[in-house]
């Protein structure tokens, strides 16, 4: 089991910055691709950005490409997820989830979870 909690979340202007942190616990971190997501009410969770277990490899989606940066540390068993620029339709539920098979655009393949974050940007 891999036990995941993020942290960060809050309310910031349009043009703001945030970063969310996602704490891993239980088993070995660097074994798994990392991801964040983020949903809407009513909405599917959409892909944000992932990160490879080494770190070396990153991917964004389209929407936030330029603006936010995924990192990890493996000695700390952290990914963060710096958010620059922010914009009103960045607002959602933050997820950091966790895959041992790789990564992916959808969220089928990530074991776990975290229980999410609130990101809010006021216009």
């Known amino acids: 089991q891999v036990q995941l909690v993020e942290s960060g979340g809050g309310l910031v202007q349009a043009g703001g910055s945030l970063r969310l942190s996602c704490a891993a616990s239980?088993?070995?971190?660097?074994?798994?691709?990392m991801a964040w997501f983020r949903q809407t009410p009513g909405k599917e969770r959409r892909f944000v950005a992932a990160i490879s277990w080494s770190g070396g490899s990153t991917y964004y989606g389209d929407s936030v490409k330029g603006r936010f940066t995924i990192s990890r540390d493996n000695a700390k068993n952290t990914v963060s997820l710096q958010m620059n620029s922010l914009k009103p339709d960045d607002t959602a539920v933050y997820y950091c989830a966790a895959s041992s098979r790789g990564i992916s655009y959808n969220d089928e393949p990530y074991n776990y979870w975290g229980q999410g974050t609130q990101v809010t940007v006021s216009s």
């Open positions: 239980g088993r070995t971190f660097t074994g798994y691709a």
